[in-house]
């Protein structure tokens, strides 16, 4: 499911969702959350797999009722279900209030598979420091190969990356945190700036399956 918006003020809550008591065929967790004035979405897990979902959409035999900052309510066969992202595991992340929004889904256990193999992203992409007046305010994608495994995250050539999951560039050390810290999380946000445009990536990053 592809969701893109502009001009909203948006908030994204990227954190790993503890899983509520749930049918045996149903969701075992909320992986993260999305809200917007008068719209709203969650990333719930289902054995299957994630999906992004909003008020009305189903899946897994469920159907969203409603999401809030951190929790999402859904009827499972006529069965109330309350799913709640885990105290403490992560924050909302303000984009910025003209940006527009964009949804991402990758293969699961794609970020930790490139993780794992740091060399496939400098063979995949180029990527320059934008800098004014003497600081760093972004990198911008030079190259980009179409066919990559860098090509499925939603980025373009002269894309400049802004922040990721709220870390800005311009603050190199929680950026390169923030980098860091991917491998562990089942969503993140990338903000750029596209053709003169400000542009939200949400990102949504199944683990792999376990064994």
């Known amino acids: ?84 992202l885990e105290a403490g595991a992560g924050k909302p992340v303000a984009a910025p209030p003209d940006s527009a929004m964009a ?14 193999r740091p060399q496939a992203i400098a063979l995949a992409a180029d990527f320059a420091p934008l800098v004014e007046d003497g600081q760093l305010r972004g990198w911008r994608v030079d190259r980009l190969d179409e066919t990559g495994p860098l090509a499925g995250f ?20 929680a950026f390169a945190a923030a980098l860091r810290a991917l491998p562990s999380t089942y969503a993140f946000t990338l903000e750029l700036f596209r053709d003169g445009q400000p542009l939200t990536l949400t990102v949504a990053a199944p683990p792999a399956a376990g064994p």
């Open 1 to 84: 499911m592809n969701w893109t918006r502009g001009g909203r003020s948006l908030a994204c809550a990227a954190a790993l969702g503890a899983a509520a008591p749930a049918l045996a065929d149903g969701p075992a967790r909320l992986a993260a959350t999305l809200v917007a004035a008068g719209d709203a979405a969650a990333l719930v897990e289902f054995p299957g797999g994630q999906r992004w979902l909003r008020a009305g959409d189903e899946a897994g035999g469920c159907r969203l009722l409603q999401v809030d900052g951190a929790a999402a309510d859904l009827d499972c066969g006529g069965r109330p279900l309350r799913l709640e």
């Open 103 to 116: 949804n991402i889904e990758l293969p699961a256990g794609k970020v930790q598979s490139l993780a794992a």
């Open 154 to 173: 939603g980025l373009r050539e002269a894309d400049v990356i802004q922040a990721v999951n709220g870390a800005p560039a311009a603050e190199p050390a």
